[in-house]
């Protein structure tokens, strides 16, 4: 099955500064990519590049095998795009403003008009329908901007924060719309939300200074996290040493650190060697120790934690 979306060493300078370079991904059908990195990264040039909005100093994008710069017609026909801010015609409606997507598209007449109401149904647009677009919330705006962007049932879709300005039940509402898009579609998703990478991605790519830096799902970027997979243990401070004697003898462990103190309980943590598992190890430990354990439970890594791990803070490094 081909890739829908495909981009080669993309690169993209503005004077001296590298804002994108040499990125390379493909979408394969089905898949919803998330697109992540600080501000800067150049997340957005990308996907003006990939869209054709923005031409590449050098490298490539095809949208369902169509050249975005030599054959942009037949690539754009094929793509819902939904960039930054979302503009529109702030004196239009919503209404107005689908119609008028939906004659640029090519629609006539009853279909038209089938496509448009089709838009307002999965963005929830009704009750705004005929207010000045430049009236409405950003939330409403946003559902605007999505609207036009799946109007013709593309096979392609990349979105620039879909659920900017939203709140948390037109967030849930987005994000179903996604999934349930993203049958037979290849969907970019750019985010600051980390927690809509594990909502809607089933992969993820996170870029820092025009380059990716990892790329995987949700789970591959957890288990980067220096504490996935360790077991937090609560006892008694009285038998805290045996157990972390207990536990040291495991050469799966790596080391047993101690978080904090309260009530007269010790908070351990046992962290493993090189991602191994080590929940039955910390299990058969305390069951020879016969110590009695107040809290057990494995912790899972924090994509906040594994983002700021793999991405750099410096502002003065060519950010763009």
Known sequence: MPALIEADALKK????????????LTVMPGEVLGFLGPNGAG??????????????DSGTARITGYDVQEQPLAAKAHLGYLPEGAPAYAEMTPAKFLRFIAAIRGFRGAEAQRRVDAAVD?????????????????GYKRRVGIAQAILHDPQVLIMDEPTDGLDP?????????????????????????????????????????????????????????????AVAIRVATDQAEIVMQALQRFPSIATVETLGKANGHLHLRALPKNGMSIAAEVTQAIRESAIVVEEIYVERGK???????ITTSDQGGGHA
């Open 13 to 24: 300078s503005f004077g001296n500064i590298k804002a994108v370079n040499g990125i390379s």
């Open 43 to 56: 997340k957005s040039t990308t996907m003006k590049m990939i869209t054709g909005f923005l031409e590449p």
């Open 122 to 138: 999965k963005t929830g647009l009704h009750s705004v329908l005929h207010q000045n677009i430049e009236t409405l919330s950003k």
């Open 169 to 229: 039940n037109q967030k849930h509402q987005v994000r179903e719309l996604i999934r349930d898009m993203a049958r037979d579609k290849a969907i970019i998703v750019s985010t600051h939300i980390l927690e809509e990478v594990e909502a809607v991605c089933t992969r993820a790519v996170v870029i820092d200074k025009g380059r990716i830096v990892a790329d995987g799902t949700a789970e591959d970027l957890r288990q980067r996290a220096p504490n996935h997979g």
């Open 303 to 309: 994509l906040d934690d594994v983002f700021r791990q």
